[in-house]
């Protein structure tokens, strides 16, 4: 168990550096001085070399990258060309509106996906299966952004229930703030729902024709308590690895959902970075995203041993 | 001498017949190949010229003359889909492509080494499954500006660790088999086994794969020309259409509907026709059914 925990952890370590130097060489590769770029192009050149000796430009590459990856260790990712402020202050701002709608989107797939799978396989083969892998075939081909689309037209422009978008601030209040999350929510959550949902339905399906589920059966339990306390715990697995790519799949779609309803999160804080050429904006957020889908997959990982108890008497 | 090893179910007449009884292959087959089609006749007509702009047709709602209706320059949706579908496809084609030549090999090669070889392409995976497609689009475009070009790119690169795992779990299950036993004792080297016993094998699951990835990357495109990292105008694409249109819900909400079916319709399509193959090909997975 032990072992196990120490090299899931270890190979995460080693990808989230693996990754913090190719997101620090794309850095290097883009031309452009971003001392330069911050003075303007009326700048001496004695001007721009002493403000490169003080952003510690001319260091050697290795010095300049244990700097920088020293920096993302307290949360110091440089400035902004364009803000001049702290990175970390705009990604503050900003992570209050991507995460919560992530989240909710992550949980909201997870309610909707986990009982419908349940549902297919217990009925597999029949109509109501039938039906729901259906749906759910249909739900798997709809681009998020589009559902996001028509979720604006059909309750924004037609019913006028809800805002086509923009974010309040949760100073003005918790209701009006999640008011305004429910839509891009929804548009995250349903096509995530949909893979989640076939995934669950064929790890039931493989589970309940194991020997152990008949002999449960057989000695009396009756087919709910088989189902929750035999069945769903061992489908669990893979369930689990879906649950964890989907994260980084949510919160890239976040991304491009921010944009459609114009959401003040960390999505549309990377397209204004990248048409205003704020480079250290724009690596810094791929940086804690990536951060974000490494520790996510480590969690998985991790919580194979909690499920499986297999995992943990191994060594 | 090559040693085959066919299963006896699998002749090909027997393939034939269940393809033609299997409702998911048949249906993602058709629409597949309707796709396709339009997108080959939109090289040669399309019922209007997507590149003229006539102002004084502008947002005209669905008519005999305009099937799916006009955008805000006067072009004719139901033209533009067309010549999108023909950009979707090659994105994704291409795509698919990249993912196929790099994941493959290394993945065949993992499996075939096994060890420390094994153990960096694995690791050299996980660091690529760390940068969701959208994440090294937005990366790309930040080092060599938009285009569709990039769009290939970015998603290329994250198909790669794909094909890579399925094609080294695939060979992982043919290297233990006796045939290959057979082939190593005709004194053959673990590469030309790899081509002419392993790779022949797991074709099956690479080409379910092949359909998946395929829709997956005409969803990444879509999402890449919406966000306007992918397909730049004017060359119409299905994501950039949706962009146009999302202003324009209350005038003209069929310049969203009619491009977003296209997308659905097309991905459909390819989802049945991956599973269609896996039910006829694949014996395990039929009886999951």
């Known amino acids: 168990m032990t072992a196990y925990l120490l090299k899931r952890l270890a190979i995460a370590l080693i990808t989230l550096v693996l990754a913090s130097m190719v997101v620090f060489a794309v850095l290097e590769i883009i031309p452009g001085d971003p001392a330069r770029l911050m003075l303007g192009m009326n700048a001496s050149a004695d001007q721009v070399e002493l403000l490169r000796n003080q952003m510690g430009l001319n260091a050697p590459l290795a010095a300049r990258y244990l700097h920088w990856a020293g920096g993302l260790l307290s949360l110091d990712f440089g400035r902004s060309y364009t803000y001049s402020v702290p990175v970390i202050d705009l990604i503050r701002e900003r992570i209050v509106v991507s995460l919560p709608l992530a989240l909710i989107a992550l949980a909201l797939s997870t309610i909707i996906a986990i009982p419908v799978g349940l549902f297919s396989a217990g009925r597999h083969g029949q109509a109501g299966d039938t039906i729901a892998m259906g749906a759910a075939q249909l739900g798997v081909a709809v681009p998020n952004f589009w559902f996001a689309l028509m979720l604006i037209y059909l309750f924004a422009v037609w019913l006028r229930l809800v805002p086509a978008g923009g974010f309040p601030g949760w100073s003005a209040g918790v209701w009006p703030a999640l008011k305004s999350l429910v839509l891009p929510a929804i548009a995250l959550a349903l096509p995530q729902a949909a893979i989640l949902a076939r995934v669950t339905r064929s790890a039931m399906i493989d589970v309940l024709s194991e020997d152990y589920i008949r002999t449960a059966r057989a000695k009396g339990l009756p087919y709910r308590a088989v189902l929750w306390r035999h069945a769903l715990r061992n489908a669990m697995i893979p369930v689990l690895t879906i649950l964890g790519l989907q994260f980084a799949f949510l919160l890239a779609g976040t991304i491009i959902i921010e944009n459609v309803f114009y959401l003040p999160g960390l999505g549309r804080l990377v397209f204004q970075a990248i048409t205003q050429r704020d480079l250290i904006v724009v690596e810094s957020v791929v940086m804690l995203l990536v951060a974000a889908v490494i520790a996510v997959n480590l969690l998985v990982d991790l919580s194979y041993a909690v499920v499986d108890p297999r995992l943990r008497s191994r060594q | ?289």
């Open chain 2, 1 to 289: 001498m090559t040693l085959r090893f066919d299963l006896p179910e699998d002749n090909f007449a027997d393939i034939l017949v269940r393809a033609f009884t299997n409702r998911s292959f048949l249906t993602g087959f058709v629409i597949t190949a309707l796709v396709a089609a339009v997108a080959i006749v939109s090289f040669f007509w399309t019922p209007f010229d997507v590149t003229r702009l006539i102002i004084a047709d502008k947002t005209q709602a669905p008519s005999p003359a305009h099937w799916f209706g006009t955008d805000h320059f006067g072009r004719d949706i139901f033209s533009m889909i067309m010549v999108g579908a023909r950009n979707s496809i090659a994105v994704a084609l291409v795509a698919v492509g990249i993912g196929m030549g790099v994941g493959v090999p290394l993945g065949a090669l993992a499996a075939a080494r096994g060890g420390i070889v094994d153990e960096a392409v694995m690791r050299l995976n996980d660091l690529v499954f760390a940068f969701p497609a959208l994440l090294s689009a937005i990366m790309i475009t930040a080092i060599f500006g938009p285009g569709a070009l990039n769009a290939i790119i970015a998603i290329g690169i994250f198909n790669i660790p794909v094909f890579a795992r399925v094609a080294r779990a695939g060979a992982l299950a043919i290297w233990p088999r006796e045939f290959i036993l057979a082939a190593r004792a005709a004194g053959k080297g673990k590469a030309l086994i790899t081509v002419e016993h392993v790779l022949p094998n797991i074709v099956t699951l690479l080409l379910v794969q092949g359909t998946i990835q395929f829709a997956l990357g005409i969803l990444a495109e879509a999402g890449l020309s919406y966000v306007g990292l992918g397909t730049q105008p004017p060359m119409p694409s299905w994501g950039r259409m949706l962009f146009d249109a999302q202003t324009r819900m209350g005038v003209a909400p069929w310049m969203a509907i009619f491009p977003g079916m296209a997308i659905v319709v097309t991905v459909l399509g390819l989802n049945l026709l991956g599973d269609g193959i896996a039910d006829i090909l694949d014996p395990k997975s039929r009886r999951q059914r």
